[in-house]
């Protein structure tokens, strides 16, 4: 039996880890990993999204503000592409993703379960 010790009226183990995030567990370790895949990639299209539309919003102030000069205009417009440009590829690389999982019959975004099928 563990030793626990009595913190603020709760009961902790002493020597043992504890924490917040994912605790260890053999039996579910395709879950746990299909988490963290899955958090990884929503965070990243998030700020993907994010960063398009400063970019869009910096773009469009300099756009305005350049005053018919020919020079900021058009680094005002080049700016505006580029950041159109990646918020394509970020939604083009998920359709894609979306269609190689389909083809290959492995839901990627979901793949704690065929890692927890698979058999050693």
């Known amino acids: 039996m563990l030793k626990t010790q009595k913190i603020f009226a709760k009961e902790y183990p002493i020597g043992g880890l504890s924490g917040p995030g994912i605790t260890p567990d053999a039996k579910n370790i395709g879950g746990q990993i299909a988490d963290i895949i899955s958090t990884v990639i929503g965070l990243l299209t998030a700020l ?3 960063w398009f539309i400063i970019e869009f919003i910096v773009s469009g102030y300099l756009l305005i503000s350049s005053a018919g000069d020919q020079e900021k205009t058009s680094e005002a417009k080049k700016r505006l592409t580029q950041s159109l440009m990646g918020l ?4 083009g ?8 999982s389909y083809i290959a019959g492995i839901d ?13």
């Open 88 to 91: 394509v590829i970020v939604i």
């Open 93 to 100: 690389a998920m359709f894609l993703f979306t269609i190689i």
């Open 108 to 120: 990627f975004l979901n793949i704690g379960e065929f890692i927890n099928n698979l058999s050693l």
């Open 48 to 50: 993907a999204i994010v």
